[in-house]
């Protein structure tokens, strides 16, 4: 099922996720429901708080850059509870990010090029990997939603102030989108 995005503003976005476990309700169903909301969003990763659930559940596919980035092909990745660990010797790149939540917005973000990702899959599966390049960004940036996070915390006071209208727009809910949305609902 297709699941709306919940939208910059929302208060889902800025929650404390909780851990997942095996007993989780509906586990399997949301990862389903959320790879199907991605594809249909044109996405290319999205974490369980973008629609509605307080949950350290990620999905991401990469696969689409694959003819730009070889590396990327056949990349999918289902992660439940990850840990990033950043070797802050190693450089970082800026480029411009977007994300489902925050739409039509587009701004240069500086992430790590490396990380160290440990994760849960789907099957219960530990996993432990370095992790270098674009997957990276995409990898900081869906778990960054995790943590009440989002790109545009990460660009410089200045682009923000840029900005700064278009996100009002987006929270009074003067946004369209292609896909369905959720935004913030002042009672």
């Known amino acids: 099922m297709i699941l709306p995005i919940y939208l910059y503003g929302h208060p889902v976005l800025r929650k404390a996720t909780e851990l ?3 007993e989780t309700p509906g586990l399997a169903e949301l990862i389903a429901n959320m790879k199907e909301t991605m594809y249909a969003s044109d996405g290319i990763g999205i974490a369980a708080p973008q629609v509605g659930r ?3 559940l990620v999905y991401i596919d990469v696969d689409i850059l694959g003819d730009d980035m070889p ?3 056949d990349v999918r990745m289902v992660l439940i509870n990850p840990e990033i660990t950043v070797d802050e010797s190693v450089p970082v790149k800026t480029r411009e990010e977007g994300c489902l939540s925050v739409p039509g917005i587009h701004e240069p973000v500086a992430r790590h090029e490396k990380i160290h990702l440990k994760w849960t899959d789907e099957n219960w ?3 432990e990997q370095d992790i270098e390049g674009y997957l990276a960004r995409v990898v900081q940036h869906e778990c960054d939603h995790l943590f009440a996070t989002l ?4 660009v410089s006071p200045i682009r923000k ?3 700064r209208s278009k996100l009002a727009s987006i929270v009074k809910g003067k946004v369209q989108c ?3 949305t959720k935004g913030f609902a002042k009672r």
């Not at 790109?151 to 990460?154: H, L």
Request: glycine share 0%.
């Open 20 to 22: 997942v476990t095996p």
């Open 54 to 56: 307080s949950l350290r």
């Open 71 to 73: 590396e990327l092909r």
């Open 125 to 127: 599966e530990q996993h």
């Open 151 to 154: 790109f545009v915390d990460r």
């Open 161 to 163: 102030q840029l900005i």
């Open 178 to 180: 292609s896909y369905r």
